[in-house]
């Protein structure tokens, strides 16, 4: 039987998604922008307003949908699984009330500190603003400060490193969010450890690691993701096993605890001279992280939805052992002031064994257009962190004056500060 598979959202990741699909099954495509490579691969493409459950399950009933795929944060918290499932749809992602481990972080927290789940980092939780300043305001130390809800990676604000307490008060007291989350300022490497999770089978992928400030260097503003790597193993030159394998046994607590969990679990981890502490979990792939992952993953996608979907035990992913390095391309002035509008002049044809994923992007009857947000990923591949990040760096060439890439992301040199940076933090 040809699965007929329906893949919500039209990103980066979703482009990923449907990359590793389309090949093994009958593959249609649900998003509210046209991407151009997701539309290039799918069977059948609606644009739909995918945080409406009516909408997104009127197209599933439609192709006569087997599976669904839900790729990006917002449908989940609209309850599109819950809707598609109500439609005898089964779809690969948590139901509105699971993720809530992503969409609230009040919640995270304090499921973490009921459930004994390792990892956690101090915190207090407020549901008014004056009241969360005055506390960033006089706490001793240094802390993150995040709004409660969704925020695309762009809402925290970390005393001692972007701003002051005084300025972290003020954003605080100046936006719009009422529930707020202020935590102990963790000091070492981020890392993200992703897994396929269903029926409390808990299938770890390799780590990886995100660039989340805007320019080189580590400067600028918080993004959604300014690229990403992976290397040839399952860890990485600054990660330890044993880090790595702590990291695992965050994520299979949180299953223990919320044993309907079904779709992608995503930990991103600060290591720690303590360990690895959780700075966040998201309820579905990451983006740029799934753009590393997806491309070298040799077992079928297909046969992990099937398996969760018929319950059956889920493949032990396998993944080729190269390394991988993502850079995403970006308008002038993102994520602050960003200036859509520059034509794309990238050809996937003149990649080489470089990839291509299109994000948010305008496709015209002329060409295909920025918008304002990250407009698309070129992923490079290689026997090592910099071979990878070469051919990346080859593939994008000379960018058009409107657009920007960090072209540090991957090279040698910012790699060996990661790994400095990890030795002062063990001691070493």
Known sequence: MTERVLLVGGGGREHAIADELADDCELYAAAGNRNPGIDELADGFREVDTEDPDAVVDYALDVDA??????PEGPLAAGVVDALDDEDVYAFGPKQADAR?????TFQREFMAEHDVPGQAEFETFDDPDAAADYVEGVDGDVAVKPAGLTGGKGVRVTGDQVSKQEAADYVRSSEHDEWVVEERLVGEEVTVQAFVANRDVRPTPVAHDHGRALEGDEGAN????????GPDWTL??????????CVDTLEAIVDALPSYRGVLYGQF???????????FNARFGDPEALNTLPTMETPLIDVLTAARDDDPLPDPEFADVATVCKYVVPEGYPTNPEGGTRVTIDADDLDDAKLFYASVDARDDGIYTTTSRSYAVVGFGSSIPDAEAEASAALGDLPEGLRVRRDIGTKELLQERIDHMNAVHGE
């Open 101 to 105: 481990i992503e969409t609230d972080k």
């Open 237 to 246: 030159p600054f990660v330890t096993d044993d880090e790595y394998e702590a």
């Open 66 to 71: 087997t599976l669904a795929v839900v790729g």
């Open 270 to 280: 600060m290591l720690t001279s303590d360990g690895p502490k959780v700075v966040e």
């Open 223 to 230: 993004t959604g993701g300014m690229g990403s790597y992976t």
